[in-house]
């Protein structure tokens, strides 16, 4: 489990990220959707307590900052520079000797299935085959809460397929993990997450179900257009040529909408993320710009 209460992160006197209040449930993924700049990789940073911020990261119920907490949280960051001059050995070697988490058979099964040299200092690896390596060592630890910052950056397809095994594995295998990842990519979304944030301008939304936003989000096309359809409720966007169609964030809203002024739907086609996702953050960056 995964809980934040008024997070906060300035610069000077302005606020970079929040404040955000959040609480994931275990046996979940979540994707934290948004574009570059969005506040992402800021707030994986404050979750795992790497930089300091007002508010409270609780991880299984301890505090981000306590032994308890960081026994708990698996963290994979965008960049690792404190690991690049090991060999993947030598992290074998401290985790072994100072991680309790740590579990030996399960890191040496994830190396071989990534094909990684384990006696090649880390800064002279590929930028996939070094992704490959800290999620390795990650995945390793026996934690509750695995927290990754767009783990599939620099990962070819067959990378980014078994990566997805792997987490999905470790759900199977851990009904208390929560896991959550940072993208801008919908179809890693539609692949693996159950639950969908949003963040823009350094604000985060509630979770909502992947699920619930393919049912919501549609095309509607209609018999014949209607007076003020272009803002009947949940509309985004509106067409008449060849025949009336409406883009809807809420297809039951807008529906009733259109029973109630006498039209007839013709037609209606859910949204896939791809099609969905970049609507909803193109409308966060336009309310920012308000």
Known sequence: ???????T??????????????????????????????????LFQAISGDYPGSGSVRVEGHSVHSIAGKAQLSY???????????????????HKEHDFSWQDDRFQAIA????????KPIQKLSVGMKQKAVIATQLARKTNVKLLDEPFAGLDMEGQSLVERLLLEELEANPNATIVFATHVADEVQRLADY?????????????????????????WLQEALPGMDRAPGVEEVSVDPMPKILTRNALETEAWVRENDGTVVKRLSLRLH????????????????
């Not at 060999?87 to 074998?92: A, M, P």
């Open 1 to 7: 489990m995964l809980k934040l209460q008024d997070v």
């Open 9 to 42: 992160r300035k610069m000077g006197k302005e606020a970079v990220l929040g404040p955000i209040d959040l609480h994931i449930a275990p046996g979940t993924i979540t994707a934290i959707v948004g574009n570059n700049g969005a506040g992402k990789t800021t």
């Open 76 to 94: 994979v960051p965008q960049t690792y520079p404190e690991v690049e001059a090991f060999r993947l050995t030598d992290l074998q070697k401290l």
């Open 112 to 119: 071989r299935q990534f094909k990684l040299p384990m006696k």
């Open 196 to 220: 969908v944030c949003f963040m823009h301008a350094g604000k985060l939304s509630e979770p909502v179900e992947k699920d619930w936003l393919q049912e919501r989000w549609k095309y509607v």
């Open 275 to 290: 099609e969905s996702i970049p609507h909803i953050l193109r409308k966060g960056e336009q309310n920012d710009d308000e």
